[in-house]
């Protein structure tokens, strides 16, 4: 007989008791530490990584055009002039 908790099923069958093990690689190997986190969809990535390994982002800071300063991946507006990223 089943037991429903928190509207999942334990009855002993499937699954590990850690979440639905999306986001998780191969083998239960923890993700690569010390990596970006994607700014769109929050995946850590290998510490080298130039694309997000789950949604494909960049992860690679850019400029702005309207003052050349640097902008953090997934930056929407600049930090020193204010200007959009876009």
Not at 3 to 8: E, L, P, S
Not at 61 to 82: D, E, V, Y
């Amino acid at each position: 007989m089943a037991v429903i908790r928190g509207g999942r099923h334990s009855n002993g069958h499937g699954g590990n008791g850690h979440g639905s093990g999306h986001g998780q690689r191969a083998g239960g190997a923890a993700p690569p530490a010390g990596g970006p986190l994607c700014p769109d969809c929050g995946a850590n990535n290998a510490a080298r990584a130039r694309f997000c390994q789950q949604c494909g982002t960049s992860l690679q800071p850019t400029a702005c055009r309207q003052c050349g300063s640097t902008l953090a991946a997934g930056a929407r507006f600049c930090a020193q002039c204010g200007g959009a990223a876009g």
